[in-house]
């Protein structure tokens, strides 16, 4: 009779926690996701918002979900943000940002651990203090913490070492502080480096190798390493030829 009830406890278990509708949208949404990360296009990262908001409408929606959802709302800010200046949407850009961290503090809600979420909150918060330093006051103890977490539960993630090491690439203001962030940086890439080896589930991550390298040159850049820029300029080309912020470091390295 033990023995029934622990295999019927066994087969209760996936079923309530998993959410095969939920689930299936977010795959679908993925997919788009990543294809708006290849062409770098805003079209299909709303596509791709769109999916994963579908997604957490379930009510049994989990942290993979939100996840998924903070990190195409998160991408399509960053999309936002880079078109040129005449072109730009500030409102939209906040929007998604405001819509990221919604996502994702409600994915650390469902899952304390989830360390990509708590590395994305960490690295949202620091934005909105590089917009009003004020806010640094009641969101800079917050970033810590989150990004703490990250690292408590995701030290040999690649995306946490590299959010936090772009964190502090951008607050870096010596060249002490700037050696830090890249040795972060270089640890996210090695990181980067065996998860490529290994084959991705279906809700698995897999973007920021390219944006890391891209941190990597522009961090050798500041260093006044222009050689050691440029080789790394042109590995973040080879895997994302859109990245702009690579094309740009690239221009500038290489200037006569």
């Not at 943000?81 to 850009?93: E, F, I, V, W, Y």
């Not at 279906?202 to 390493?225: A, M, V």
């Amino acid at each position: 009779m033990i023995r029934v009830l622990a295999f019927l406890l066994v087969l209760a278990t996936p079923c309530a926690h998993a959410n095969p509708e939920a689930d299936k949208l977010t795959r679908v949404g993925i997919v788009e996701f990543t294809n708006a990360y290849k062409e770098w296009d805003d079209a299909r990262f709303t596509t791709a918002v769109n999916l994963c908001q579908q997604a957490c409408t379930n009510t049994s929606a989990t942290a993979t979900n939100y996840y998924w959802l903070g990190a195409a709302e998160f991408h399509r800010m960053l999309q936002l943000l880079g078109l040129p200046a005449s072109t730009r949407n500030k409102l939209n850009a906040e929007t998604a940002l405001d819509a990221a961290v919604e996502a994702l503090t409600q994915a650390v809600k469902l899952d304390s651990r989830h360390a990509e979420s708590h590395a994305l909150l960490g690295t949202l918060y620091g934005m909105k203090i590089s917009e009003n330093i004020l806010r640094a006051v009641w969101l800079g103890p917050r970033a810590e913490r989150e990004f703490k977490l990250a690292l408590t539960n995701g030290a040999a993630n690649p995306r946490v070492q590299y959010l936090i090491g772009t964190s502090q690439f951008y607050t870096a203001m010596r060249n002490a502080s700037r050696r830090e962030a890249l040795t972060t940086l270089l640890v996210a890439e090695k990181l980067f480096e065996a998860e490529a080896k290994v084959p991705a589930a279906p809700l698995e991550p897999r973007w920021g190798h390219d944006s890391c390298l891209t941190f990597i040159g522009s961090s050798y850049e500041k260093l006044g390493q222009r050689t050691e820029a440029e080789n790394y300029f042109r590995k973040a080309l080879a895997l994302h030829p859109q990245d702009g912020l690579a094309q740009a470091g690239l221009k500038r390295v290489t200037k006569n």
